[in-house]
């Protein structure tokens, strides 16, 4: 399922937002994920 995919059927729009926050902030500043914006990556660092 693509990300675009998930947020169309996300019935939580404020996590289909807060998941299109933090794939934006993945993509802006890569440094935050240690270079890696993976999922597993982000998990961890909660």
Do not use: H, Y
């Not at 998941?19 to 993509?27: E, N, Q, T």
């Amino acid at each position: 399922m693509s990300t675009l995919e998930l947020l169309e059927t996300s019935e939580d729009t404020t996590l289909a937002r807060f998941v299109a926050d933090v794939i934006s902030a993945a993509d802006v500043t890569p440094d935050c994920f240690d270079n890696r914006p993976t999922w597993d990556n982000w998990s961890n660092k909660r």
